[in-house]
């Protein structure tokens, strides 16, 4: 069996038994579910030969740590100008 199927089932059931007393079975397992995810879906999921851990890691880094893109015209001012003006004069000669 896998490791990470082995410490998923401990982690979960281990939470399941020490919140069972306090907060009920139902909640206890809707505690536990998020907290044992991540750790069964590294044993399990891959996604173009990555882990989910590296897959997870690019995933933020991409939404938390990426730059921001600026955009900048590579037209002065005076192109724009001149074309207006010649809109202009296209517009008076119809």
Not at 62 to 81: A, D, G, K, Q
Request: with cysteine; hydrophobic share 40%.
């Amino acid at each position: 069996m896998n490791f990470f199927s082995l410490a998923a089932i401990a982690l979960g059931s281990s939470i399941v038994f020490l919140l069972y007393p306090y907060i009920g079975l139902t909640l206890s397992a809707y505690v536990a579910i998020p907290i044992v995810s991540p750790v069964a879906l590294s044993g399990f999921y891959s996604y173009n030969e990555m882990a989910f851990t590296e897959v997870m890691k690019r995933k933020f880094s991409l939404m938390f740590c990426n730059r921001t893109l600026t955009y900048r015209s590579t037209e002065h001012e005076r192109v724009i100008e001149d074309y207006q003006k010649g809109q202009k004069k296209r517009s008076n000669k119809d």
